[in-house]
């Protein structure tokens, strides 16, 4: 088993714009964006965008899953890529797996449908915020065995794609969330 050099856990938490959510964040690793730090996880996490690399992060997200998640979970879902309609293969084979391994359900419930605006800035919180913002919605409805939810993304740098799939899941009656993360963004450190 591949060991996580250490397991970051920070919630995403926007109150200005998202109020009262705050939303558990855990990931094995930090990621540096590409130019900034020379680092081979962060680029396999690049690479995760497009290809599956599953095989890479599995341990690593399967000892988070164990630690934080695997018993009180009823769903895993993963987060939308930023382009409309499409997913990460890797996110979409760690959900597979991970459902196979616990016996939680594994669904894609949420979904991009309005292409995302582009970024301006990382550090400019408004400027994220109106980039997400009504651009991911519900297409299939909640069971209601699905209240606990796990939320697969591949990068954390604002929390505000977690916040918006936990907002999108709250109001179809999700009641506790849990985002594992490939990384958690360390470029630049806002």
């Not at 965008?49 to 934080?68: E, L, M, Q, V």
């Not at 919605?137 to 939810?149: F, G, P």
Request: aromatic share 10%; with cysteine.
């Amino acid at each position: 088993m591949v060991e996580a050099e250490k397991i970051i856990d920070e919630a995403s938490h926007q109150p200005e714009y998202y109020e009262e959510l705050k939303i558990p964040t855990i990931a094995p690793a930090y990621y540096y964006a590409p130019g900034v730090k020379k680092d081979d996880y962060s680029y396999k996490i690049v690479l995760s965008k497009k290809n599956d690399c599953s095989d890479y992060f599995y341990d690593r997200i399967k000892k988070i899953f164990d630690t934080y998640a695997g018993k009180t979970a009823n769903l895993i879902c993963v987060a939308p890529s930023s382009e409309v309609g499409k997913y990460s293969p890797t996110l979409l084979r760690l959900a597979e797996r991970l459902s196979e391994y616990s016996g939680i359900e594994n669904e894609n419930i949420i979904a991009r449908t309005v292409q995302r605006g582009k970024m301006t800035s990382l550090k400019i919180y408004k400027d994220r915020f109106d980039c997400v913002k009504g651009t991911i919605s519900l297409n299939k409805q909640l069971k209601d065995t699905q209240k606990r939810i796990i939320v697969l993304d591949d990068v954390k740098v604002g929390g505000f794609t977690i916040l918006e799939c936990a907002k999108i899941l709250k109001e179809a009656g999700a009641t506790n969330f849990l985002a594992i993360c490939l990384g958690i963004n360390n470029t630049g450190r806002w």
